[in-house]
């Protein structure tokens, strides 16, 4: 069973870098199948896609609200996918959400995206 585990600092400021990680358990994220991306969903709105990295060419796509600011990576002898947010606003406050794809299709909507963590709160304090 496929099982993921977002991690990060809680509390951060504004202007500073974020910082998250998703330790992937019951899968290896090494097999280059599967696309791993980060959502997240503020109060009151609807999950947005943030970032993701592809199953094999390692590519990677970012959403409007961040992109610019944003990075994704992942290490692979670690089984760990990372985001990495710079210039923290406060309307980055949200849960962040680590997820993998049903295969090696990614997308903007929740479509294919069929694996989630748990999330982790983020706030962005002005």
């Known amino acids: 069973q496929v099982q993921l585990q977002e991690s990060g600092p809680g509390l951060v400021k504004s202007s500073q870098t974020l910082s998250l990680t998703c330790t992937v358990s019951?899968?290896?994220?090494?097999?280059?199948?599967?696309?791993w991306g980060w959502f997240r969903q503020a109060p009151g709105k609807d999950r947005e896609f943030v970032a993701s990295i592809s199953a094999a060419s390692r590519s990677s796509a970012a959403g409007d609200a961040v992109r610019g600011r944003v990075t994704i990576s992942r290490d692979d002898a670690k089984n760990t996918v990372y985001l990495g947010l710079v210039n923290l606003k406060p309307e980055d406050t949200a849960v962040y959400y680590c997820t993998r794809s049903r295969d090696s299709t990614w997308s903007v909507t929740l479509g294919p995206w069929i694996y989630w963590g748990q999330g982790t709160q983020v706030t962005v304090s002005s």
């Open positions: 019951g899968d290896s994220i090494a097999t280059n199948y599967y696309a």
